[in-house]
T-cell receptor
Framework: GNSVTQMEGPVTLSEEAFLTINCTYT??????LFWYVQYPGEGLQLLLK?????DKGSNKGFEATYRKETTSFHLEKGSVQVSDSAVYFC?????????FGQGTRLTINP | GAVVSQHPSWVICKSGTSVKIECRSL??????MFWYRQFPKQSLMLMAT?????????EQGVEKDKFLINHASLTLSTLTVTSAHPEDSSFYIC????????????FGPGTRLTVL
């Protein structure tokens, strides 16, 4: 079946550091790929998405590229801020269902 | 746009009682809503898919008689946890499809259920 694997956290970085959170997937067909973010005490928010191979999703300085050849959708940001501290979930769409990775907790220290 | 609300945001109940959680799409119509359960520091697990005007489709291992789902209108779905027990304590999250969207779900803020 379809599945998503994220790098294990927690991840702790200093402000202005470069961020990468790895995400790989297993799927039949050509799913859409997503990154969702969950800030403390809040619900999930869509951060970015890509619907086909080589698409790049971007938002708030975050980027992720749909790599079909490596079945990956790694999340990157060039310079993180304290306000980026949250839990990040990679997900794919299986028809209308979302399959989530286990989540990666990110903490940014000033 | 695309706001989804849940009510209540948290609830504490005694073991054996039933609890109803509402999920509303505030500014769009949602033919399909989803209910998830999230355990502490874990991912979201899909419980069921709720389609307006029809019976919900439950994921394997989810007791449909325990978790009653009703999707009576295009903007409201409810999850009722019947005869709740402490092991039902969890964070319950709903999401809704924007009707004109192909595959984007919008999530509610979640409901924290604690069963004593």
């Amino acid at each position: 079946g379809n599945s998503v694997t994220q790098m294990e956290g927690p991840v702790t970085l200093s402000e202005e550091a470069f961020l990468t959170i790895n995400c790989t997937y297993t799927a039949t067909g050509y799913p859409s790929l997503f990154w969702y973010v969950q800030y403390p005490g809040e619900g999930l928010q869509l951060l970015l998405k890509a619907t086909k191979a080589d698409d790049k999703g971007s938002n708030k300085g975050f980027e992720a590229t749909y790599r079909k050849e490596t079945t990956s959708f790694h999340l990157e940001k060039g310079s993180v801020q304290v306000s980026d501290s949250a839990v990040y979930f990679c997900a794919l769409s299986d028809q209308w269902k979302l399959v989530f990775g286990q989540g990666t907790r990110l903490t940014i220290n000033p | 746009g695309a706001v989804v609300s849940q009510h209540p945001s948290w609830v504490i109940c005694k073991s054996g009682t039933s609890v109803k959680i509402e999920c509303r799409s505030l500014d769009f119509q949602a033919t399909t809503m989803f209910w998830y359960r999230q355990f502490p520091k874990q991912s979201l697990m899909l419980m069921a898919t709720s389609n307006e005007g029809s019976k919900a489709t439950y994921e394997q291992g989810v007791e449909k008689d325990k978790f009653l789902i009703n999707h009576a209108s295009l903007t409201l779905s409810t999850l009722t946890v019947t005869s709740a027990h402490p092991e039902d304590s969890s964070f319950y999250i709903c999401s809704a499809y924007l009707r004109t969207s192909t595959d984007t779900q919008y999530f509610g803020p979640g409901t924290r259920l604690t069963v004593l």
